[in-house]
């Protein structure tokens, strides 16, 4: 990854960037939407980042656009006063890893999250990962199951706790291999998470 300028400590300040003149860089082929992209954050504001996507996602209806937030991780042992620990680190500090269908509209709104100082690539222009980037960091490249449906799809789920039920797709997480669904319960609708193994796409 390219290293970052000295000036990332800072404090962040509001910004209100404009889109790209050219458009930003594309999915990865085969007609696969997604890619992993790496953003730039202010020093210590990774989780706050993180936060702040995975809300705007949920408040702006981006499920299907933006599918998975990462702050990678590792656990360390560290030894303070003769005593050894168990940590966990930040694997690359002041980085934040975006899963994302890469548009005018997902570049906007990760670019404008506050703690964002811009997109890893040439001239900040977002360059999705290549396999060979991510798998040190453990991150399949692939969905174990393709799916015909997705959100806003009425679905029956035909196996499972929930068997028998049907519901609108609320929400894909296909890093997880589930859909939300809001179900009935104790007299309210609460949202629960299926597997895709379990779900089958109803026909109107």
């Not at 300028?5 to 939407?33: K, L």
Request: glycine share 6%.
């Amino acid at each position: 990854m390219a290293k970052k300028n000295d000036n990332m400590s800072e404090q962040p300040e509001e910004q209100v960037n404009q889109a790209p003149a050219e458009a930003p860089a594309a999915g990865t082929a085969d007609d696969d939407r997604y890619s992993w992209y790496v953003v730039h954050t202010y020093s210590g504001y990774e989780d706050k980042v993180k936060t702040n996507i995975e809300n705007t996602i949920v408040n702006r209806h981006l499920e299907d656009k933006i599918i998975e937030v990462r702050v990678p991780v590792q656990d360390v042992v560290e030894y303070k006063d003769g005593a050894r620990k168990n940590v966990r680190r930040k694997l690359f500090p002041g980085y934040v890893l975006i899963h994302m269908d890469m548009d005018d509209e997902t570049w906007y709104v990760v670019r404008n999250t506050r703690g964002v100082t811009g997109f890893v690539g040439p001239g900040s222009k977002p360059v999705p990962l290549s396999d060979a980037e991510i798998k040190p960091l453990g991150i399949k490249t692939e969905n174990n199951m393709t799916v015909d449906f997705g959100v806003g799809d009425t679905i029956a789920v035909v196996a499972g706790v929930w068997r028998d039920t049907t519901g609108v797709v609320q929400r894909m997480d296909f890093s997880k291999q589930t859909a939300t669904i809001n179900v009935e319960l104790f007299g309210r609708e609460t949202p629960v998470e299926i597997s895709f193994a379990e779900v089958r796409k109803q026909d109107r």
